[in-house]
């Protein structure tokens, strides 16, 4: 017995949560009992390397090199992607890839290398192997941009699952980007950084690493290309970085490093090299295309966990219209369940949900509903028995139901990696859509057990199917999110086959925008907080997530009138923006922090409202291109190392720069644009870039920038669709994309495109078509001349 956790038992039974305190003190020793008879003892190992080469076996798209201790197959698809796995790992079965593999290039060739090396030649890559096992993969022209030194496993001599270790090396002036939802990014600095998805069980700042959604992928943008290179295994792991530094010690450079340890799974990755728009755009087409939200997923969404009743929903929501601010949905937490069972109702407190659900529909506002994956285990629960008699729920290895706790109590989990099961808690959803519900947010799905001591989560010994391959929860804990969200998706679509479903989750993994988007989580008030929130969208949206933002105001305590206000105003250009807050904070409605905030949250409101076509256009083109809506300054410009190491402004598509206040008593900020012409979207000033501007920042808004010949989509004072278009400069040209979209259906609409020019004192604007130029064919509204 550990006698501190003795003590944070007792500490816990002590607490002011008594009612749960028993329960986690024995989850935690109940988990402990669990995996001290479930998990192989790990004892003796022995390490092993490759070896040198034996021989080759060319294949379609490179092929497989032997080594005296293990083999590697690399294959570069037709997309340019290169995979490449050791010890026989194939890109399949894995979780994150959508459908089939992309087909091998064919004209990729192995060949041989110097030194008794060998490597496959392809049109965007070269991957040059070493005799002994390092992998290095470089441009069509031979710069180095990433050289994998030979793995090394530690492998238990009475057989079990191997540890493995990857050190890599990159350019010295490359930066780490990615990793997923990182508190402390977007750019990831020196550091240790854990791929085990955790809940800290408090708000978290920039300081807190795991959090909810770690994802084994990096983008390193350097001067000569950027990559991105994705690890595909679901185990826990550490990845340790460090930059590098140019002209290091006596003149030379010092490489950047990269060491990944993992505690099992293959060793298997895939690298994709090119812009950064290409790069995303082949990981979408590897991960699958994410998914289209609704229109009215992309207005403003009011949260909290605290709306006690149908009554507060409707102070709440009266409250918006009587000030005339737009408002598009109202989210319900655990406290409209029935004792916060998942999939029921309090009937005393919300008696007539689907009547207040109608309502507010008919005044264009959708109720959002909460999903946990634990379910109460209590007889007379209908969803537990109905899962109990599918078998849907995980066991352990002696073939008993894991138990854990959750906000319901005693509670047990859904194995989402079962298909059959997927199919069973998609059903559920069934009732949610009967009480009136329009979007779900899945909730607590890392998945969180709470525990008194130890890890929050299921044992690690407990059982999973994996999609029929068994396994433990050391494999699927990192997947739980990912395969819920697919189960949730997947049972909307078939249950409401008309309109898009709207699924985020707090967890997930590689692939999960197929599926959604995802949250912050509990990201703390303060002003850290803010700008962790900032860090977390970019980081996501790197990783193939273009859809997420964060609890604006911060989820606990109660924000200044400040904050709140610039939280609220870099939450009006995040593609998800939504006040959230939990049982005990302040409140987070506009009206309750002055009369000046609140001027100040409606013009926010109102814009986000006029950019609402803008919006969808990067919803349709993230689809379509895996670009996120939301891009660091150097997207389009990876050279350019000062915007690479700028943090506090970001891209909304191509068109616009948004520099958010990120500090208190900020009256006028530094702004790094990138290159090209730039206006002031309020006073029309002009600025050129490259380099660094001195703007205003008044408490009224902050700094948005337009690029110069930009169209941009935005609703009119009608109601219709409305170009907006900034001045090219006088020689230059302008353009821009625009996708019309319906509002909820799956319709494919057209991509319009549309291009700027000067001519004299006036902007010409056509719509490009296979006839050539034409007219706009829509109102227009030229900015930008003075």
């Known amino acids: 017995m550990d006698g501190r956790d003795l003590v944070r038992s007792v500490k816990m039974v002590g607490s002011g949560r008594a009612a749960q305190g028993w329960r986690t003190v024995r989850s935690a020793w109940r988990r402990r009992r669990v995996d001290a008879v479930g998990l192989p003892p790990r004892g003796a190992e022995r390490a092993r390397v490759p070896g040198s080469v034996q021989g080759v076996e060319p294949g379609p798209g490179g092929g497989l090199i032997r080594f005296a201790r293990s083999e590697l197959r690399i294959t570069v698809a037709v997309n340019g992607a290169v995979f490449w796995g050791w010890d026989g790992a ?87 980007f990615g990793l997923g939802g990182r508190a402390s990014g977007p750019r990831l600095r020196d550091g240790r950084y854990r791929l085990w998805h955790t809940d800290p069980g408090r708000a978290f700042g920039p300081g807190d690493d795991p959090l909810y959604l770690t994802v084994p992928v990096q983008l390193v943008v350097a001067d000569a290309a950027t990559h991105l290179v994705f690890h595909d295994t679901s185990w826990d792991g550490t990845v340790t970085l460090r930059e590098g530094e140019e002209g290091a010690g006596s003149g030379h450079d010092r490489a950047g490093r990269c060491e990944l340890r993992m505690e099992g799974g293959p060793l298997r990755c895939w690298v994709i090299v090119g812009t950064p728009a290409r790069v995303l755009h082949a990981w979408a087409s590897l991960t699958g295309a994410p998914a289209l939200p609704p229109a009215w997923a992309l207005g403003h969404h009011h949260a909290r966990w605290g709306f006690g009743s149908e009554q507060e929903v409707r102070r709440i929501v009266s409250g918006y219209q009587e000030r005339g601010l737009p408002l598009d949905a109202v989210h319900l937490d655990i406290d409209h369940y029935d004792a916060r069972q998942v999939f029921t109702v309090d009937q005393e407190r919300f008696p007539k949900l689907p009547v207040l659900a109608e309502e507010l529909r008919r005044d264009g506002i959708r109720l959002v509903s909460i999903v946990d994956p634990a379910v109460r285990a209590a007889p007379g629960n209908a969803v537990y028995e109905s899962g109990a008699a599918v078998d849907a729920f995980v066991r352990d290895a002696s073939g008993r139901t894991v138990r854990g706790v959750a906000w319901a109590g005693e509670s047990v989990f859904p194995d989402f990696t079962n298909a059959r099961v997927r199919k069973w808690w998609g059903g559920l959803y069934e009732e949610r859509l009967g009480q009136g519900f329009a979007g779900f947010w899945h909730d607590m799905n890392e998945p969180t057990s709470f525990n008194a001591f130890g890890e929050p989560t299921l044992p690690r010994s407990a059982r999973h199917c994996l999609e029929g391959r068994g396994g433990d929860h050391r494999e699927a804990h990192n997947v739980y999110g990912l395969c819920m969200a697919q189960a949730g998706y997947e049972g909307l679509r078939e249950l409401n086959p008309g309109e898009r479903p709207f699924v985020f989750s707090r967890s997930g993994w590689a692939g999960l925008q197929r599926y959604g988007g995802t949250w912050s989580g509990d990201v703390a008030t303060g002003w850290p907080g803010l700008r962790a929130s900032l860090s977390l969208v970019l980081g996501l949206g790197l990783c193939g997530v273009p859809y997420s933002g964060p609890d604006v105001g911060g989820f606990d305590g109660s924000p200044s009138p400040e904050l709140y206000l610039r939280w609220f105003q870099l939450g009006a250009y995040l593609p998800l923006f939504r006040t959230h807050a939990s049982l005990r904070a302040g409140r987070r409605e506009p009206w309750e922090f002055g009369a000046q905030v609140l001027e100040h949250a409606r013009v926010a409101l109102l814009e986000r409202r006029r950019l609402l076509p803008y919006f969808m256009t990067l919803a349709h083109l993230a689809r379509r291109t895996g670009a996120p809506y939301v ?118 609409p057209e991509i319009e495109r549309y291009v700027t020019r000067r001519q004299g004192r006036d902007v010409v604007v056509e719509r490009e078509g296979e006839r050539g130029g034409g007219s706009p064919g829509r109102p227009v509204r030229v900015r930008g001349l003075g």
Not at 133 to 147: D, F, H, I, N, Y
Not at 693 to 706: E, G
């Open 631 to 748: 891009r660091p300054l150097w997207w389009g410009q990876p050279e350019d190392r000062a915007l690479r190491d700028c943090e506090d402004a970001f891209l909304l598509g191509d068109c616009l720069l948004v520099a958010p206040v990120l500090a208190p008593g900020t009256g006028r900020r530094a702004v790094q644009l990138p290159r090209g012409r730039w206006y002031d979207t309020v006073t029309e000033q002009v600025y050129e870039g490259p380099g660094r501007v001195l703007v205003d920042a008044p408490l009224s808004r902050i700094p948005v920038f337009a690029r110069a010949g930009a169209v941009l989509p935005v609703r009119g004072a009608d109601g219709g669709l409305e170009l907006e278009v900034w001045a090219p400069a006088r020689g230059r040209t302008g353009g821009g994309l625009v996708v019309p979209d319906a509002g909820d259906g799956w319709e494919e």
């Open 90 to 176: 194939d890109p399949e079965p894995s979780y994150a890839l959508a459908g089939r593999c992309p087909e091998p290039d064919p004209r990729a060739v192995l060949e041989p290398d110097k030194d008794g090396g060998w490597r496959v030649v392809a049109e965007r890559v070269t991957v040059v192997v070493s005799r002994h096992g390092a992998v290095e993969v470089c441009t069509p022209g031979g710069v180095s941009l990433r050289r994998d030194l030979p793995p090394r496993w530690w492998e238990p001599v009475d057989g079990g699952t191997a540890r493995w270790m990857q050190r890599s090396e990159v350019a010295a002036d490359a930066r780490f």
